[in-house]
């Protein structure tokens, strides 16, 4: 989504952390299913600095920090209130989502077949 189609904007990079459990394992396969259907992020006004035409989050909450704060672990509630906010976004369950990803992430390296393969 874009406020203002035709306008640069500059790129983002961000890291989000996951417990690496089978919750966090599951909520990645979502988030991956979020990511590819440009569900996670936008290009508009930023609500911390107002900036406008900026990549920012989408409605979907990640976790930027590994360490304890508003925007880190441990958060007992943030695998629960993802998965909600995954629900609200329309994005499926584990299952079908592991199952487009996996196809997703086929073409993926059909594409880089030329390339070394490390396994």
Known sequence: YMQNPGVNHSAKFETAYLPNNDEGR???ERLKFAFSRGLTF???????T???DVVTWATIHHKT????GPHGFPDPNYISNCNSELNNAGVPDFDECKKENKCYDQDEEDEEEDVIQIE
């Open 26 to 28: 599951k909520l990645l």
């Open 65 to 68: 920090s590994p360490t304890a």
């Open 42 to 48: 936008v290009v508009g006004t930023s609500m911390t």
């Open 50 to 52: 107002g900036a406008t």
